[in-house]
C-alpha cells in the first residue's frame, strides 16, 4: 500500500468521529459475546442469523449487530447486550433470536425471560450495570469488552486507540516513556510482579551499552489450567496489545517484536493475525509508524503448548527452534535474550494496560490499587488485574478489579458465592503452582504481596473456587501430577523431586500414607523449592506446601485415621444409602456402572461395597440425599 | 585489569576475571563442590544443582549454582552452609534412588553424606551404567562437533536421550566424542571399524582437540565463525596484507575484504562445512545464492566455495577492495579450475607493469589493467581461461610475462624485481620484506613460493617467537620438515596452529606448539603401534624431502639460484614504496645496518638497505643449507643421504656433479 494510504497521528480523531457518527445513527446496537466460551455455545450462529433476520426485516439501518470479545460472565452466556440502553440477555439460543426481534426491538419491550435473574436474591435484572457481577470491577486491559467487534480496527480506533501510541511518537522521548512506566508502579501480570518500567530501563540501558536494537516480546503462553485472561484479552482487543508493544517498542528503540501464543488458542490466532494485518495497512506496523518515522513490526510465533515454555527463557529457546527448556537467569533476558540480543518480555496484560497508562497519566493508575508506587514500584501493586473465575463457584468469568480487593468480595459479591448450598472451603490462586488459601484469609487484600505471604502467588490470575467437597491433599495431588507432566525434566530436584511427591500424595489419597510422609514431604518441599532451575520447579512446591499450611489435618485424617473428610479418596470412602431419605425410587439402579444396588420400588436400597467403584454416579442422581459417603 | 576483581569465598580472597563462572573461582581457592553435570570442556549444564552455594551480594543472599552463576560483582560466597549440605543431602539422595548402581553417584553420594535413599521407586534404574541425563553427549554433540545429533526427548521423568525421531541419525558422524565425555559409560562404542591399534590413544588426544575447538576457538582465531579469512584482519593490522602487487602491507580500504565483513555480508552457511564429516573445527564457508554479474553464468545464482584468506588477500594485491569482486573472482577461478593465488599474483603483476607504462592498452587489448580495475580483472580471467586475447599472455604466468617484456633488456631488472614468482610459480599473498624467515620460506621451499612448508610469518612477525638468525634457519630445517609429515601422513595441519593449547605461551618452544605436536604423534602411534619423538619424526619426513630436492634438481631447478626470491619479497623496489614506510627503513638503517641516513637521498639509502638484505638473505641460505646437509649450492650431499639411509645410485648419480 502507498504511503498516502498511511494514517497519520493526526487522523485518528477523525476516524474515531466517523465511526462514532456512524453508531449514532443506529437505534440500537446489537453486541453478541463471542468469546470462545460462548462461541462454544454457537454465539457465531447467533450473531450471523441475527443479522440475517435483521436485513430480512429491512431494519439493518436502524440496528447494527456487532461481535465482541468475551464479555466476561462466561457462565450465562451467550450473551446478547443491546446497547446503548444495555439490556443484557443471557443463554440465549438461535430460538430466542424473533422474540428478541420482534417483542424489543419492534416492540420496545425486552424479552424478561431472557434477563438475568439474580440467584441469591431472586431478583430480575434488565441493565448490565444491575448485575453485581459487574459492579465491582474497574476495567482497564479489559476496557472494551463487548463493547467493540475485535475484529475491526476502526472500532478500536473509536474508542480512543491509537491515540497514546500518537502521543508518546508526537512527544518523541523514549526515557520519558520509560519513567512514566515507573512511575505508574506496573508490575508483570504474568506472576512474577517484575516492575514493568525497571525490566523497560535495563533493556533501553543494555542495548545501548552493546549497541545492540533489542526485541520485544508478548509471552501469550498462557498455560494454567482455568486461566484464560490473556486469551480473552486478545480476543477481545487484539489492538491494545499491539498498542502496548509499540510504545514499548519505541522507549526501547527496538523495530521487531514477537508474539508466542500456543496454537490451541485459535480464535485468539486469527484475531491477531487480522489485527497485524489491519494494524500494517493502516500503517501502525511498518516502516514508518504513524508517519513518525519510527519502524517496528511484530510476528507471531506459535508454540506448541507446553506449560514450561511460558517460562521466559524457555519461551526464547523455543522462538529459537531449539527445545523449550529454561537457562538460568543469573544473566537476564533484558541482557541478552533472544538471538542474545536485549530482549523485554511482558505478558499480555501487562501490554494491553501500557497504552491506557500513557494515556491517563502514571498517577492515575498509581493511584488505583495498593501501597505507595510513587517513588518505587515495589512498594505495592498498582492498577488492576484481571482473574479467571473458576471452580465452584456461581459466576464463572472474567473479571478485572482493583487490587487490594478482597477475596471475599471477588468470591462473593462478583462470583456469587458457591452454588449448591455447599459452603466454601479454599481458593487456588496463580495457577497450578500457586498455593490453596482457606476461608480464614477471605478478607485478605489481594496484590502480588500479600499473595505471596499467604504462600501463595498472583501468577498469570486463575482463580479456582473449592467447596467443602474438596479434598485438599487431593488437590496438592492433582495439581502435582500436572507438574509431573509439564516439568522440562531438565534439573534434578523438578524432575525427581516432583515425581517422589507425587508418589507420597497418591500414597496418602490411598490410604497408605506412613508415619514420617509430612516430614519428608516438607523436607522435599524446601529443596525442590530452594534448588530448582526455573520458577516452575521453585513455585511447584506451592500446592503442597500451603495445603500443609492450611489444611494439615486432612493429611493427618488421611495418615492416621484413613479419612477423607471430604470424600474424594475413593480408597477411603464407602457409598452406603440411608434408610431414612431413601424413597425407593429406583433412580440410582440404572446409572450404577457396576450394578452394585440392589432395591424394589419403595423400598430402601442397598450398595453392595464389594462391587461398588465409588464412582458417585449414585450420589449425583438422588434427589433425596440418601446416599451418604463414611 | 579492570575485569579482575576480587570475591571472598569460604573467608578467602580469590582473584578473579569479570563474567567467569564462579565454579573456577571456588576450585582456584581450593574448595571443592559436588557435581555430576559439570565437565571442564564443556559450557555449563546447570541441571545437577549439586554445585549450589551461597551468595551475598549488596547484603542480599542467595543460592545459585556455581557452575553456570557468572562473577559480576565482588560477592561473598559460601560453599558449604547447613542449608547447602541439607539440599545437597536431597538432591544426591534423589540420584542414588533413581540409579543407585552408578559408580559416580554412589561417590557423590557419598561425599553429600547420603548411603540410602527414599527415592527408590518403579523407575529406578540400577544398572552401573545408567545414564543420569547429565547432558555431557548433548553438549559435546554440539560444541566439540556442531552437529547437534543428540538431544533430550520427553519431558519430566520421561526424560531420555535420544536421536531425532529415536531413529540412528545419519548426520552422526560416529565421531564418539558422546561416549568419551559419558561419566557412566552409558554410551558405548560397539565397534571401532577403522580397528586402529590403540583407539584410546587416537581418542584422548582427538578429544583434546575437539575441547581446544569448542573453547578456545573463539578466542583465538575464529576458525568455526568465519575460517581463514580471519587473517585478513590481522595481516592488515600487521602491515603484512599484500596490497598493489606486495608494494604495501595495509590499505585504508581492506575492512571491505575482513573476515567481519564477509561474515556479516557473505558467508551464509554459519553450520559445519568440513573437508571430512568428522573434523570439530570445520573451518570451509560458502556464500549461498550469489548472483553472478560476468562471464558466462552472467545472471545466475550460484554457491561459492569460501573466500578464503588467500583469495580475499589476492583481491587486496589487486586493489580491488570489493566483496562481490572478491566472491566472483573466487567462484569463477573455481570454476575454470585457476588457482585464485596464481591469478591474482599474476594479475597483480601485469597491473603494476601496465601502471609503470612498461606495457599499454596495446598489448593489453584496450584493457585499462590499472590497480583496482575489478570488472578488468574479471574480462581478463575469462580471457585466460577461454585463450583469447591479453588471457593468454597473463594466463602463462609471471615468469613468462617476465621473459616476454623483459626481453629488450630496458625493463628486465624492474621485471625481476617486481615479478613475485620463484621457480616459476607465483608467490602466496604474504607480504615478507619485514620477515627474513618467510622469505625463505617461500625462497627455499621446494615447488616455489607457497607457504605449505614453512608458513612462518606468524610466529615471526605477529607471536615474535624466532627472534634471531640462528631461530630463523632452524625453522627453515623444523618447520618445512614437519610439515612435510603431515602431508606423509595425510593429515589436516590446520588443527596444528590455527588454535593452540591455552598454556601453549609458556611451553618450551611454543611456537612449535609441542602441545599439537605430540598430538600427531600419539596419532600416528595409536594407529601403527610406532612410538614416536621430534627426531624421529624429523627423519622420515627428511628422506623424503632430500628425494623431493633431487626431484626438482632433475627437473631443472633445485640449486641456490633457484632459491633466490625477487627484491620485492625483502624489500623496497620503488622510491614510493620506500618513502611509504621512511621511518621504517631509516631507522633500520641507523640501529640495524650502523649507517646514519640523514642527508642521504632516497635512492642511496635504497641502495645499502638493498645490500643489506639481500646479504643477509645470502647468509640465511648459508646457514639452511647447512642445517640441512647440503652443499653450498643447495644441492643434498651424498653424506647427508647416506645418513637418512637413502643413498641408491640412481639418486647420487642425480647429484654427483654438483657435490
Known amino acids: 500500500m502507498a504511503s498516502a494510504c498511511k494514517v497519520k497521528a493526526g487522523d485518528l480523531g477523525k476516524i474515531a468521529d466517523r465511526v462514532n457518527a456512524s453508531f449514532g445513527r443506529y437505534k440500537a446496537m446489537l453486541m453478541v459475546c463471542t468469546g470462545t466460551a460462548c462461541v462454544s455455545a454457537r454465539s457465531f450462529s447467533i450473531r450471523d442469523r441475527l443479522a440475517l433476520k435483521i436485513a430480512e426485516k429491512g431494519i439493518a439501518d436502524d440496528y447494527l449487530v456487532v461481535g465482541t470479545g468475551c464479555n466476561g460472565f462466561c457462565a450465562v452466556g451467550p450473551i446478547i447486550v443491546v446497547q446503548p440502553e444495555g439490556v443484557f440477555y443471557q443463554r440465549v439460543t438461535d430460538k430466542d433470536l424473533d422474540e428478541i426481534l420482534e417483542q424489543h426491538l419492534v416492540g420496545g419491550k425486552p424479552v424478561e425471560r431472557l434477563l438475568y435473574e439474580d440467584p441469591a436474591t431472586g431478583k430480575v435484572h434488565t441493565r448490565m450495570d444491575e448485575i453485581e457481577f459487574f459492579g465491582k470491577q474497574q476495567l482497564i486491559a479489559l476496557r472494551n469488552k463487548g463493547i467493540i467487534d475485535p475484529e475491526n480496527i476502526d472500532h478500536y480506533i473509536a474508542r480512543g486507540g491509537y491515540a497514546a501510541l500518537g502521543k508518546v511518537l508526537e512527544a518523541g522521548d523514549p526515557e520519558a516513556v520509560i519513567r512514566e512506566v515507573i512511575d505508574s508502579g506496573i508490575r508483570g501480570r504474568g506472576g512474577g510482579g517484575f516492575p514493568a518500567g525497571i525490566k523497560w530501563q535495563s533493556g533501553r540501558r543494555a542495548a545501548g551499552e552493546r549497541g545492540e536494537v533489542p526485541y520485544v516480546v508478548c509471552n501469550a503462553d498462557e498455560g494454567d489450567p482455568g486461566a484464560y485472561m490473556d486469551r480473552s484479552i486478545i480476543e477481545t482487543d487484539p489492538h491494545t496489545v499491539l498498542e502496548g508493544m509499540l510504545i514499548g517498542a519505541f522507549a526501547l528503540g527496538a523495530r521487531e517484536g514477537f508474539i508466542y501464543i500456543r496454537k490451541e488458542y485459535p480464535l485468539a490466532l486469527v484475531r491477531l493475525e487480522k489485527a497485524i494485518e489491519q494494524a500494517r495497512s493502516y500503517g501502525f506496523l511498518g516502516p514508518d509508524v504513524l508517519g513518525s518515522g519510527f519502524a517496528f513490526d511484530v510476528s507471531i510465533h506459535r508454540g506448541a503448548g507446553a506449560f514450561v515454555c511460558g517460562e521466559s527463557t524457555a519461551l526464547m529457546a523455543s522462538m529459537s527452534g531449539r527445545v523449550g527448556e529454561p537457562r538460568a537467569k543469573y544473566v537476564h533476558n533484558v541482557e541478552y535474550g533472544y538471538r542474545d540480543r536485549p530482549t523485554v518480555l511482558n505478558n499480555v496484560e501487562t501490554w494491553a494496560t501500557i497504552p491506557v497508562i500513557m494515556d491517563r497519566g502514571a498517577s492515575w493508575f498509581a493511584s488505583i490499587g495498593t501501597g505507595d508506587v510513587a517513588g518505587d514500584p515495589w512498594a505495592g501493586s498498582s492498577g488492576t488485574k484481571a482473574f479467571s473465575l473458576v471452580g465452584n463457584i456461581a459466576n464463572t468469568g472474567l473479571v478485572e478489579v482493583p487490587m487490594g480487593i478482597t477475596l471475599r468480595e471477588i468470591i462473593f459479591d462478583i462470583g456469587g458465592g458457591i452454588p449448591n448450598g455447599r459452603s466454601f472451603k479454599a481458593v487456588q490462586t496463580g495457577g497450578p503452582s500457586g498455593g490453596c488459601i482457606p476461608a480464614s484469609k477471605l478478607d485478605l487484600e489481594i496484590d502480588f504481596d500479600s499473595l505471596s505471604e499467604a504462600g501463595s502467588m498472583m501468577g498469570s490470575g486463575g482463580l479456582i473456587v473449592m467447596d467443602d467437597q474438596t479434598c485438599m491433599v487431593d488437590v496438592a495431588r492433582y495439581f502435582i501430577d500436572f507438574l509431573v507432566d509439564e516439568s522440562c525434566g531438565k534439573c534434578t530436584p523438578c524432575r525427581e523431586g516432583l515425581f517422589a511427591l507425587k508418589r507420597i500424595l497418591e500414597r496418602i489419597c490411598r490410604g497408605e500414607g506412613e508415619e514420617g510422609d509430612v516430614q519428608f514431604l516438607e523436607e522435599l518441599c524446601g529443596t525442590i523449592g530452594a534448588t530448582s532451575l526455573c520458577q516452575l520447579g521453585a513455585t511447584a512446591v506451592n500446592p503442597v506446601m500451603s495445603t500443609l499450611r492450611y489444611f494439615r489435618e486432612e493429611y493427618e485424617e488421611h495418615i492416621r485415621d484413613h479419612r477423607c473428610r471430604a470424600g474424594v479418596c475413593k480408597e477411603l470412602i464407602t457409598y452406603r444409602i440411608v434408610a431414612d431419605p431413601c424413597t425407593g425410587c429406583l433412580a440410582c439402579l440404572k446409572p450404577c456402572p457396576t450394578q452394585a444396588i440392589t432395591g424394589e420400588k419403595k423400598k430402601v436400597h442397598v450398595i453392595d461395597e464389594e462391587k461398588c467403584i465409588k464412582c458417585g454416579i449414585c450420589r449425583e442422581v438422588c434427589t433425596f440425599d440418601a446416599v451418604e459417603v463414611v | ?659
Open chain 2, 1 to 659: 585489569m579492570a575485569d579482575r576483581m576480587e570475591i571472598t569465598v569460604n573467608g578467602k580472597t580469590v582473584g578473579v576475571q569479570k563474567d567467569s563462572y564462579l565454579l573456577a573461582a571456588v576450585t582456584d581457592a581450593g574448595f571443592e563442590v559436588p557435581t555430576l553435570c559439570h565437565h571442564k570442556d564443556l559450557t555449563p549444564g546447570g541441571s545437577c544443582r549439586l554445585c549450589l552455594c551461597e551468595v551475598e551480594d549488596g547484603g542480599r543472599k542467595k543460592l545459585v549454582t556455581a557452575c553456570n552463576y557468572p562473577v559480576r560483582g565482588p560477592v561473598t560466597v559460601r560453599t558449604d552452609t547447613a542449608e547447602i549440605a541439607q539440599h545437597r543431602k536431597i538432591l544426591a539422595e534423589m540420584y542414588l534412588g533413581r540409579w543407585p548402581g552408578v559408580p559416580v553417584v554412589q561417590m557423590i553420594a557419598r561425599e553429600c553424606g547420603v548411603t540410602t535413599s527414599r527415592f527408590a521407586s518403579e523407575i529406578t534404574d540400577d544398572a552401573p551404567n545408567a545414564c543420569i541425563l547429565c547432558g555431557h553427549c548433548v553438549r559435546a554433540c554440539d560444541e566439540f562437533m556442531i552437529e547437534r545429533v543428540l538431544e533430550f526427548a520427553g519431558r519430566g521423568i520421561k526424560r531420555h536421550l535420544t536421536m531425532p525421531f529415536g531413529e540412528v541419525d545419519h548426520h552422526c558422524v560416529t565421531c564418539s566424542s558422546c561416549a568419551y565425555v559419558c561419566p557412566t559409560g552409558a554410551i558405548e562404542i560397539v565397534d571401532d571399524k577403522n580397528r586402529p591399534l590403540d583407539a584410546k590413544a587416537i581418542r584422548d588426544h582427538g578429544m583434546k582437540v575437539n575441547a581446544e575447538m569448542a573453547t578456545l576457538d573463539s578466542k583465538q582465531c575464529r576458525m568455526r565463525e568465519v575460517g581463514t579469512a580471519n587473517i585478513v584482519d590481522v595481516m592488515d593490522a600487521y602491515d603484512l596484507l599484500p596490497v598493489h602487487n606486495y608494494k604495501f602491507g595495509k590499505h585504508p580500504e581492506a575492512k571491505k575484504l575482513y573476515s567481519t565483513t564477509l561474515k556479516a555480508e557473505y558467508f551464509t552457511q554459519g553450520a559445519a562445512d568440513a573437508c571430512w564429516r568428522g573434523c570439530s573445527m570445520a573451518c570451509a564457508k560458502a556464500v549461498d545464492g550469489f548472483t553472478l554479474k560476468t562471464g558466462p553464468y552472467k545472471g545466475q545464482q550460484v554457491l561459492v566455495d569460501g573466500p578464503e584468506y588467500e583469495t580475499a588477500a589476492g583481491a587486496a594485491n589487486m586493489g580491488c577492495f570489493d566483496g562481490d569482486f572478491c566472491v566472483e573472482f573466487n567462484f569463477y577461478c573455481d570454476t575454470y579450475g585457476i588457482d585464485t593465488i596464481s591469478a591474482a599474483t599474476a594479475i597483480a603483476f601485469a597491473m603494476e607493469v601496465f601502471e609503470a607504462g612498461v606495457i599499454t592498452t596495446k598489448e593489453t587489448g584496450g584493457i585499462e589493467l590499472r590497480f583496482g580495475a575489478a570488472d578488468e580483472a574479471l574480462t581478463l580471467l575469462h580471457q585466460m581461461a577461454d585463450g583469447e586475447g591479453f588471457g593468454v599472455d597473463v594466463g602463462q604466468g609471471i615468469r613468462w610475462m617476465k621473459e616476454k617484456w623483459g626481453k629488450d633488456g630496458e625493463h628486465a631488472a624492474f621485471l625481476q624485481d617486481i615479478g613475485m614468482e620463484v621457480k616459476g610459480l607465483e608467490f602466496s599473498e604474504y607480504v615478507t620484506k619485514e620477515s627474513l624467515a618467510q622469505q625463505g620460506g617461500y625462497g627455499f621451499a621446494i615447488k616455489g613460493p607457497q607457504h605449505d612448508e614453512a608458513w612462518l610469518i606468524f610466529m615471526d612477525m605477529v607471536n615474535k617467537q624466532i627472534p634471531t638468525f640462528e631461530d630463523k634457519a632452524e625453522a627453515l630445517h623444523y618447520f618445512p620438515l614437519f610439515r612435510t609429515w603431515f602431508g606423509l601422513m595425510g593429515l589436516c595441519k590446520i588443527v596444528w596452529n590455527d588454535v593452540v593449547p591455552a598454556d601453549n605461551a609458556v611451553q618450551e618452544e611454543a611456537h612449535k606448539i609441542p602441545g599439537h605436536v605430540r598430538n600427531y604423534w600419539k596419532f600416528f602411534e595409536g594407529l601403527t603401534g610406532i612410538e614416536l619423538d621430534e627426531q624421529k619424526m624429523l627423519d622420515q619426513s627428511a628422506r623424503v624431502y632430500n628425494l623431493q630436492r633431487i626431484l626438482c634438481r632433475m627437473l631443472g631447478f633445485g640449486t641456490r639460484k633457484d632459491d633466490m626470491v625477487p627484491y620485492r619479497a625483502a624489500g623496497p623496489v620503488t622510491r614510493e614504496e620506500y618513502e611509504s614506510r621512511a621511518d621504517r627503513y631509516d631507522g633500520q638503517l641507523a640501529d640495524v645496518v650502523g649507517v646514519d641516513p640523514a642527508g642521504k637521498s632516497t635512492e642511496e639509502k635504497m641502495k645499502i638497505l638493498r645490500d643489506f638484505r639481500e646479504g643477509q638473505y645470502e647468509k640465511l641460505a648459508d646457514a639452511v643449507y647447512r642445517r640441512r646437509g647440503w652443499t653450498e649450492d643447495g644441492v643434498p650431499k651424498v653424506e647427508t643421504l647416506a645418513a637418512l639411509g637413502i643413498d641408491l645410485p640412481e639418486l647420487v648419480e642425480v647429484i654427483k656433479a654438483d657435490q
